[in-house]
């Protein structure tokens, strides 16, 4: 499995990128928020990737990602019914992942329906589909050095969005605990969090 590349810009096509990693020019597709955040062809960039093998066509495609974060929530919504890989990068094009983690925890269907193509029958199933995923997975330990306090608001909202991206409950709780400060609201927990990953 190839988890990262790490290599020079060489081309961009549309939503096509290539990475010359060691003399091998590797093509992946990513979202147009991964396409602002590489910078100009030939500079040095190093995306997260994931390798998609499609057995019905046959077809293998590589899709990049800026940043962990974006790669998780990625793998989060082609665990949806209906929901394919380009569907995908096609979300994450449109929505910051702060803003669809946002609008995950929050049962927010309205952003999500406004990607082109989507609907709000396709963005209510993401919801649904991923916060049963996030219920299922989440496991948390309930030390006294782990456990927040139920009315600290910020930070459990904080930890519902991190939830919706893939982490557990246990290191979403850790993660947050870490970084706040007095007088953080959630977008700043998240934020801080989010650049840690």
Same mark, same amino acid.
């Given at each position: 499995?190839?988890?990262? +590349?790490?290599?020079?810009?060489?081309?961009?096509? *549309?939503?096509?990128?290539?990475?010359?990693?060691?003399?091998?020019?590797?093509?992946? =597709? %990513?979202?147009?928020?991964?396409?602002?955040?590489?910078?100009? +062809?030939?500079?040095?960039?190093?995306?997260?990737?994931? @390798?998609?093998?499609?057995? $019905?066509?046959?077809? %293998?495609? @590589? =899709?990049?990602?800026?940043?962990? &974060?974006?790669?998780?929530?990625?793998?989060?919504?082609?665990?949806?019914?209906?929901?394919?890989?380009?569907? &995908?990068?096609? +979300? !994450?094009?449109?929505?910051?992942?702060?803003? !669809?983690? /946002?609008?995950? #925890?929050?049962?927010? &269907?309205?952003?999500?329906?406004?990607?082109?193509?989507?609907?709000?029958?396709? #963005?209510?199933?993401? +919801?649904?589909?991923?916060?049963?995923?996030?219920?299922?997975?989440?496991?948390?330990?309930? /030390? /006294?050095?782990?456990? !927040?306090?139920?009315?600290?608001?910020?930070? *459990?909202?904080?930890?519902?969005? @991190? @939830?919706?991206?893939?982490?557990?409950? =246990?290191?979403?709780?850790?993660?947050?605990?870490?970084?706040?400060? &007095?007088?953080?609201?959630?977008?700043?927990?998240?934020?801080?969090?989010? $650049?840690?990953?």
């Amino acid at each position: 499995m190839i988890g990262t +590349i790490n290599g020079t810009l060489e081309d961009i096509d *549309e939503n096509v990128i290539t990475i010359n990693c060691g003399g091998v020019g590797y093509e992946l =597709f %990513v979202s147009q928020t991964t396409l602002s955040n590489l910078g100009e +062809i030939g500079s040095n960039v190093k995306v997260w990737t994931y @390798l998609n093998l499609d057995m $019905r066509d046959g077809e %293998v495609s @590589l =899709f990049g990602f800026s940043s962990k &974060a974006e790669k998780k929530m990625f793998l989060n919504l082609t665990s949806v019914s209906g929901i394919g890989p380009k569907t &995908a990068v096609s +979300i !994450l094009g449109t929505i910051s992942v702060y803003d !669809l983690a /946002s609008a995950i #925890a929050s049962g927010n &269907a309205n952003i999500i329906a406004k990607v082109k193509g989507l609907g709000k029958k396709s #963005a209510e199933r993401i +919801i649904l589909e991923l916060r049963e995923k996030m219920e299922n997975s989440s496991e948390f330990h309930k /030390s /006294s050095q782990q456990t !927040l306090d139920a009315n600290d608001s910020e930070q *459990e909202y904080a930890i519902n969005v @991190l @939830l919706s991206l893939g982490l557990n409950r =246990f290191d979403a709780t850790k993660r947050v605990r870490e970084v706040t400060n &007095a007088g953080d609201k959630a977008e700043d927990i998240i934020q801080k969090v989010l $650049r840690q990953m």
